[in-house]
Each structure stands twice: as C-alpha cells, then as structure tokens.
C-alpha cells in the first residue's frame, strides 16, 4: 500500500521498523558471564543497560540453538533448545522480558536452509533408504563414475555433495558436510519448520533474520540454487502459516537480490518479508579470480554506484537494510574507513552517510565504539571454518600463504568475531576466563567503557543518529537523489519530502577537499549532525576536512 502526499511524493505505508535501529550481536564473542571464555545470555543481559543509551529497539541475536558449533551455531540440532553454553529456555525467557521492559524486542535467526548433520532428522535419515524422515534432506545416486551427482559446489570450499556410505547415496550440503541442506520441497519439512518458528513467536519474539533465505527454492538437478521457481511460493506460505497475522520483522539474507528481486521479497502487497539484506555493494569490491581473499583497493565511485541504484530501486515500493558490517564481513571502520589515521573521523562519517539513507541501519557489535580488522599473523589464531577450509584450498592453487593471511585480515569473517571490547582490562572485560578467539590486542584503547565516557567519542554519535530516524520524517521517507557520482572521494546526497530537504556530503579520504557544490545542496538550514566542529554551512563551495561529514536540514520555500 502506498499513500500520496501532498507533494506527491509515495510514501509507503509506515512500519514500526522503518524508524527503528538494529543491533546485531554475535552471543558468543558478546559477553561472557561466567568465564568459560564464551559468550552467553546472562552477558547479553547485563548489557541491556548499554543498548538502551544508545537508543536501539530491536536485538538480532545469531544463532542461540543447540549446536555441534562446527559453523558457530549455524548448524543447528535442535531448534527448540538453546545451546548449553549460552544458557537455558529460562535464560531467554528472561532476556526477552528484560529486553521489553527497556523497549527492546529481540530477533532470532532463523537458519532452516540445513541442519546440522547431529538434528535427529538427519539422524534418522541417512540410516536407510526408507527411512520416514530420508526426504527431510537432498539425496541423490553417485554419477556413473561413482562420484559427485553434480558440479555444485560448496560455499566453504569443494563439492557440495558428500557420499553416505550406509546407504550409498549422496547428500547436498552448500556449506560444511555437517550442514545438510533441508528438502523444502517436502511439505512436511516446511510444517515442521512453520510449527517451530510459531513455537518462538508465541514466546514473544520480534521476529526472524533467515539464513541464505534464497536458497529454499533450490533445483538441484538443474544446478539452481536461487530464485528457484518456488522461493516466493515457500514465502508466502510461510507468512500465511506463521508470523503473517503479527506485527513482527522479518529480514532475509539474500546474497543474489537485485533490486527487482528486493522487490519480489519486501514489495508491501507481496506478504513475503518486510526486507532483505543485500550484499552488492560488499561483493563488488572483490576481486574477481579470488574473491573477497585477494585485497583489492577501496573504489568509492562504484560503492556510491550501487548504494545508490538500491536506493532509486527501492524509492516507491520494497524497503532497504543499511548496514557496513555483520558477523560475516570485515569491520566496517577497517574496510571502507581510515582505521589508522582518522580511526574516529572515519567511523562517525560511515555512520552518518549510512544511517541517513532511506531503509532500517543496522549497527554490528562493536562498529558502535569502532572496533578494527583482527591483526592476526598466523593462520592458528583464525577459528573459522571458512577462513580454514579456503586457506587450504587457495594455497593448494598456488596463492602465497601472505597473501592469504592478507587477504584473510582484510576480508575474513573472524575480523568481525573477536571479542566485543568493554574495558581496558584483561581480555577487554569479554571474560576472566579464556577466550575462544584472541581479544584483538588495541582494546585498552578501542573499549566501550572509555567510548561512552567521552563526549567526542564514536560511541556518542550514534545515539544522536538513531535518535533524529526517530525524529525526521524526511529521514525515514524522504526521496533520494546523489550528485557529484564521479567523484572519487565525496559522497554527497539529498533526501527531500514536502518542503523538507536534508543534504549530506561526506569525504571518503584522508584529504583536504575543496568542493564546489551543485545547486540542489546549496540550502540554507541548520546543522543536524556533524563529526567537526563547527558544522559546516552550505555556500555554493566547502572545504572539506579529512573524513568529514554532515547533514544540513532545510525549509525549501
Ligand atoms: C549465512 C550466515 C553465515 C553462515 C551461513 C551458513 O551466510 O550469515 O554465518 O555460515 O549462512 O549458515
Ligand atoms: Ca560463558
């Protein structure tokens, strides 16, 4: 549904969540409570206090579930059970009625592309060919020469189909052979995983993030693993059968959206979920031949290029997610910021131009007081099973073990897996005990108890953004235009609605920039954010410190 103003602009039917900020945190490098050198629930709970100064509504918590942990909680045995590690049924029960008596509803992830290998499904499966629950999973005959059914192939690396000897047949897995990928394609499977996500929702969840949502309509035999003729069909079911009757949110993970799928996914009379995170202004800064292990430099034109395309895309119906940084990408201040020569500038510049975008900001843990890239030397200090199984891989085709490890700190996802910094004690105030992966050894600096205290601080200039979404209807619904496109180090657009325009310009360099604006950001208003003092104006020409940014709001007449 949309509505028209009077100005005629489209103005999609408001949402809580269109207002709202996000928090992601990874529960095993949160907090831990009883130093078994893991995060868990009671930690989560304790920093309750800290989320709500920052002004966040809405937790997304990776994976909490019982776990063999052979890929952190992704691979799931038991989806009614929380792992032992992170605490109990009780323990949620009671981070979710702490989290509502601050105003803060908790997202679960949803990961229901595949199981661990230990869900007793999978279990009962692959004991025989016969077995009730064998067509819970993706089974098919060895190739004539006994191997592969197919080419696929698995995003950590080699074949996606590993061989059951007990019954001679092959599963599908696209990630570890301990991921066995369900069989949506068996009504039972979807009831039992609709029965399931209800079972949380009456619990009082806030909603889902769902894991590798695109690949549920996959064609196996046919070498289609998103976009399957029937992922939009399982969607709606989906909503229909489970969280369609509340007023949750519902984000998919989609690493193969384009904005005409975005479309398909959030359009609001398609009743399939309220957005979709999508990855092409992370994956267009990769190198071709080895992905994101190869460093590449860092391309502003072609970022603003994509930003932009979804934000044009996205302007009428759909909705968009805006983040940096999650737990399986680099920290943010790292990759597209100047971690070293203008650590604070950098990071409140990155928050500036992405939480004025029109879509819901997300905010990864951490990426709050600016925490960097994990300076790991040696391949030892990495835990994760990706960064574990590619090193293998690319070294055996012929990639330097440098380059690697280059590549690694620049891309890996264990940057974004260290410890959260909370203090300058030992082991950042994460644990008295051990931790599962090295707290990255800046954190007497980089911590949260030093960013809060101090005014100027990282940490002090998100509240202030999440709190003027709440504030500005132009921010949340204005329309988006970009200028300056060519432009290697600036980033500057506006956001316009009635009378209302917010312009924002931001340096992406370490340089002074003395810029000539076009007419459109030539507005008189008033200063909302800024990361220099005093807040620039907008003449016709600004010169623009290193890392600069800010948004200007005025009153058109
Ligand atoms: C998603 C998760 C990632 C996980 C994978 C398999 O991409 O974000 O962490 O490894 O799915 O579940
Ligand atoms: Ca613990």
Sequence with gaps: MAQATASGNLVS?????????????????????????????DGIIS?????????????????????????????????????????TLADFNRLIAEAKSRGIGIVLDLVVNHTSDEHPWFIEARKSIDNPYRDFYIWRKPAEDGGSPNTLTSSFGGPAWTLDLRTGEYYLHLFSRRQPDLNWENAKVRAKIYQMMNWWLERGIAGFRMDVIDYIGKQVDQSIITDGPHLHDYLQEMHRETFGSRDVLTIGETWSATPGSALLYSGADRHELSMVFQFEHVTQQWDEIYGKWRSRPFDLIKLKSV????????????????????????????????????????AKMLATVLHLLKGTPFVYQGEEIGMTNAPFAKIEQYRDIETLNMHRLHLDAGLSPEDFIKGANENGRDNARTPMQWTPEANAGFTTGIPWIEVNENYTVINAERAVSDEHSIWNHYPKLIALRKEHAVIVYGRYQSYLDQHPDVFTYTRTLDRKRLAVVANFSAKTISLDLPGELQIAGRCLISNYRPCDRLPDKVDLQPYEAFAILAVLD
Excluded: C
């Design 307 to 346: 930003l932009s395309k979804w934000q044009y895309a996205l302007a009428e119906d759909g909705w968009n997610s805006l983040f940096w940084g999650n737990h399986d990408l680099p920290r943010a201040v790292s990759k597209y910021g100047d971690a070293r020569g203008y650590p604070v500038e950098s």
């Design 47 to 87: 920093k309750l206090e800290y989320l709500k100064a920052l002004g966040i509504e809405i937790i997304w918590l990776s994976p909490i579930y019982a776990s063999p942990m052979d890929d952190n909680g992704y691979d799931i045995s038991n989806y009614q059970e929380i792992a032992p590690e992170f605490g």
């Design 13 to 41: 039917a408001s949402r809580w969540w269109h207002r709202s900020t996000i928090y992601q945190i990874y529960p095993r490098s949160f907090a831990d409570s009883n130093g078994d050198g893991i995060g868990d629930i």
